[in-house]
């Protein structure tokens, strides 16, 4: 059964960081690009970061030079590290493994 369990949402400042976490179990972790996505109340859900099963990181415009992508496969975890964060990052952020969705973390962006 596969498993993907984010952590690491909350409350944060405008122009603070957060740093959100993903749990893999149930897949062959190695094989799978990761990514994250997240919806905003009463928009779609977007894109926002993905890392390739080799380690390469491409991210959507609107976060890139402030998101980070990282993962490591000994522990079949990938995180999402925030800076510099903006209202409009705001929304629940969902892990991703190709066909396979989290249940979403929360994250609050307060001006």
């Known amino acids: 059964q596969v498993q993907l369990v984010e952590s690491g949402g909350g409350l944060v400042q405008a122009g603070g960081s957060l740093r959100l976490s993903c749990a893999a179990s149930?897949?062959?972790?190695?094989?799978?690009?990761m990514g994250w996505y997240r919806q905003a109340p009463g928009k779609q859900r977007e894109w926002v970061a993905t890392?390739?099963?080799?380690?390469?990181?491409t991210y959507a415009d609107s976060v890139k030079g402030r998101f980070t992508i990282s993962r490591d496969n000994a522990k079949n975890t990938v995180d999402l590290q925030g800076n510099s964060l903006k209202p409009d990052d705001t929304g629940v952020y969902y892990c991703?493994?190709?066909?396979?969705w989290g249940q979403g973390t929360q994250v609050t962006v307060s001006s």
């Open positions: 991703n493994a190709e066909n396979h």
């Open positions: 149930g897949i062959i972790f190695t094989v799978y690009n």
């Open positions: 890392i390739t099963n080799g380690g390469t990181p």
